[in-house]
């Protein structure tokens, strides 16, 4: 969020995926916090209106879990920053559910693409699309030298059992 270029690719490329996956929605929501900025920046450009929504209910006031103006049966994206295993992002889908929003789907700027993710997107019938995921980052890395072959490969298996790896 600091580089104003590198924001304004974000936001543009997330406009472009968005019309191109879902058509235009009547809402973006962010996942509360890391997904509220970059989600404010594309329902600005596209004309929409923006909720989030946290992560557990306020403790305090009206108790929500969504802040915003949503009503019931609008078509909503949901904007995510980063999706690892998918739990707190689906989260945020269930919440919009409850609530009676039709969630098109999810878009988010990165993807460890753990097999746990898709599982849990697909469990929840929820299509996600990313700007990146990281097979690609490591191919990236590779290409341009700041990554040997070797790594890449224990890298890769890494992301393969991220909770096995290394025992």
């Not at 406009?15 to 404010?40: M, N, Q, S």
């Amino acid at each position: 969020m600091s580089y104003p270029s590198v924001r304004g690719l974000i936001r543009e490329s997330f406009v472009r995926l968005i019309l191109e996956a879902y058509g235009k929605p009547d809402v973006i929501a962010g996942v509360a916090t890391g997904a509220i900025a970059i989600g404010v920046l594309t329902a600005e450009a596209l004309n929409l209106p923006f909720v989030y929504v946290r992560s557990s209910q306020k403790q305090h006031g009206l108790q929500n879990t969504i802040e915003g103006d949503l009503s019931g049966n609008q078509r909503v994206v949901v904007v995510e920053d980063l999706v690892s295993t998918g739990k707190s992002s689906l989260q945020a889908v269930e919440a919009l559910r409850e609530s009676e929003a039709e969630v098109l789907g999810m878009v988010a700027i990165f993807s460890y693409a753990f097999d746990l993710a898709r599982k849990n997107f697909e469990e929840k019938d929820c299509p996600l699309h990313t700007l990146s995921d990281y097979p690609s980052l490591l191919e990236v890395a590779l290409k341009e030298g700041y990554l040997r072959e070797e790594d890449r490969e224990r890298l890769e298996l890494w992301r393969k059992d991220p909770a096995g790896w290394g025992q």
